[in-house]
């Protein structure tokens, strides 16, 4: 399962990172533009690797890694100045302007450490399941400007007024917002 999220405060910079995963395939589980998104999925999802600027909307990218010590590895993007005041064991650093070539192997490099070093809860759902809930929160997120703990709860209770399962609902949505 694709456990990448990415993290700017900028919706551009946002963009562009997920365009330059989606041209390798790797299609992000996540954007967000701030750090208590980010550390809600990281959690649910067990671990992570983590995509993001200096600084985000409510904290900086070294607050960011000290509160995912255990569960992401983040590599922060920015220019040489700010990342000398970035640290944390599990914080990975590239300067602007990257190199294509740079970048992927240092995703590389954090995906192995993620897949090696940081804990991994047993999933309750199948990977195709968890797919269509992260993709229906992705739309409720996009199409109706909510938080992603928004979207969840609205899927959380849309699934419980219905009876239907959490999957068979953010289907459901996933359907009527895509023709």
Known sequence: ???????????????RIARLLDSAGLSPAGCYFSGSDVIRTARKLGSAVIIC??????M????LADSLRETAAVLVISSAVNLDFC???????????VLRSEFFASLDLLQQFEAKNLRHPPSHRKEEEQQLILKAKELLMDVNR???????????KRSMDTGAKLAETAQVIIDSYTF
Do not use: Y
């Not at 640290?87 to 302007?97: C, I, M, R, W, Y």
């Not at 909510?146 to 959380?156: G, I, S």
């Open 87 to 97: 640290e944390g064991e599990n914080l990975f650093k590239l300067p602007t302007p």
């Open 53 to 58: 600027g200096f600084k985000l909307r409510d």
């Open 60 to 63: 900086t990218a070294s607050d």
């Open 146 to 156: 909510m938080t992603e703990a928004e979207a969840h709860r609205f899927l959380q």
């Open 1 to 15: 399962m694709n456990r990448i999220l990415v993290a700017f405060s900028h919706e551009e910079a946002q963009r």
